[in-house]
């Protein structure tokens, strides 16, 4: 598989006031719109039904969010250390969620049992909606530190779709300026977690900066462009996408650690979802992997996908 390779431009690099260091999560809206970007997708990817599953899943989560209370928030004095000490102040390895985001995920598999789903799909809703809380809180809390090996594959999507709902809605709650970038610049200062993806902005005066998305918790945060979001290098960035395929997409690699990010260019299609894209542009992932790159997050939802 063949892909284009793009040099690095002047105008790439951003000038003018520096935009707002977060931009926390819409959660009217974030899940109901991703959904429509899915069925989207599904017309032109396939397995176009998976694409669907994803879709029922996205409303499935707008619902569930639409139901969801405020959650119980750490005390101000936490919220303060950490945006002292440059600490996520809900990075898995400090912040204990609590049994809110199973109700989350009973309210998903409500949701989805009532969908015209395929007969795999229904098996795997009825075995989630079987298995004993234990188990589901030890197979989310081992999703959001990155280890997937001991979780069911057909019910990680719907373990994870609960958790996105939880922390958006964590997220939300806060104060962005109370929020401080991490000394690795490159994590989400909410929740910890790399990025799945950058949005260059096609808007008003921040139009052409990058904001870097949270699979997890769906907060923004800039970080300028020409720079490796995993190592900080700015020497051997070149920017690849895939011929025939949507052009706004690009994945940025740093020669240095050998990572990537996608890129998703706002201004040449409104219409991308940093999740649903990044699940819908997984042969770019195949292509760069052939050429020794890798990822920090997995791809969106394919995370417990067989080898």
Sequence with gaps: MSGNSYPLEPQAVEFGAP????????????????????????????????????????????????????????TASYLEYCRENRLAPFAPDMFKPDTAWLSVLSRVLDE?????????????????????????QAWGSAIVRGIYEPVDRQVAPFIFGALQVYWAKLASQLEAEKISRLNAPGDCPVCGCPPVAGRILAEGQFRGNRYLWCNLCATQWHLVRIKCSNCESTEGIA????????????AETCEKCKTYLKLMYLEQDVNLDPVADDTGS??????????????????????????
């Design 112 to 136: 989805l049992s009532r969908q015209d789903l395929t007969a795999d799909a229904s098996s795997a809703v009825r075995r989630a909606r079987q298995l004993d809380r234990a188990v589901l």
């Design 19 to 74: 935009p707002p260091f977060v931009r926390l999560p819409d959660v009217s809206n974030l899940f109901a719109k991703r959904s429509e970007r899915f069925v989207q997708l599904a017309s032109t990817r396939q397995p176009a039904g998976f694409f669907l599953l994803l879709s029922h899943l996205a409303k499935a989560q707008h619902r569930a969010l639409e139901e969801l209370t405020s959650l119980p928030m750490p």
């Design 239 to 250: 920017y690849y996408s895939i011929e025939g395929q949507n052009q706004a997409i690009k």
């Design 282 to 307: 997984y042969a770019l992932d195949l292509m760069l992997s052939e050429q020794g790159y890798h990822r920090r997050t997995p791809v969106s939802f394919l995370f417990a996908a067989p080898e």
